[in-house]
């Protein structure tokens, strides 16, 4: 089993950046590939990001592509989502999943471990 536990939330103006954190529990964190999921009230969650438990390969949903990115530190057991040029409608729980199937990564099935999420809050 992984334990998740983000960070990093928070409230920003728009157009400023935040950087979230993941870090997990265990010694096989490299096992792991390793997702980033939002849910914003009255929403389903959507897929914001992931990365391979190699690091080399990296998704990102269309939310996340050209302004967020996801990366990994396998030595410090953490997993980061920089969110850039951050928008209200970014306003959701982040929430951090961890899982070892190849395929399905930019869905919820993907995964079979989820953090408690971290809320973050874009004002305009």
């Known amino acids: 089993q992984v334990q998740l536990v983000e960070s990093g939330g928070g409230l920003v103006q728009a157009g400023g950046s935040l950087r979230l954190s993941c870090a997990a529990s265990g010694r096989t964190f490299s096992s792991y590939n390793m997702g980033w999921f939002r849910q914003a009230p009255g929403k389903e969650r959507e897929f914001v990001a992931a990365?391979?438990?190699?690091?080399?390969?990296?998704y990102y949903g269309d939310s996340g592509k050209n302004r967020f990115t996801i990366s990994r530190d396998n030595a410090r057991n953490t997993v980061y989502l920089q969110m850039n040029s951050l928008k209200p409608e970014d306003t959701a729980v982040y929430y951090c999943a961890a899982g070892t199937n190849l395929f399905g990564l930019s869905t919820s099935r993907g995964y079979a471990y989820w953090g408690q999420g971290t809320q973050v809050t874009v004002s305009s």
């Open positions: 990365i391979r438990r190699s690091g080399k390969d990296t």
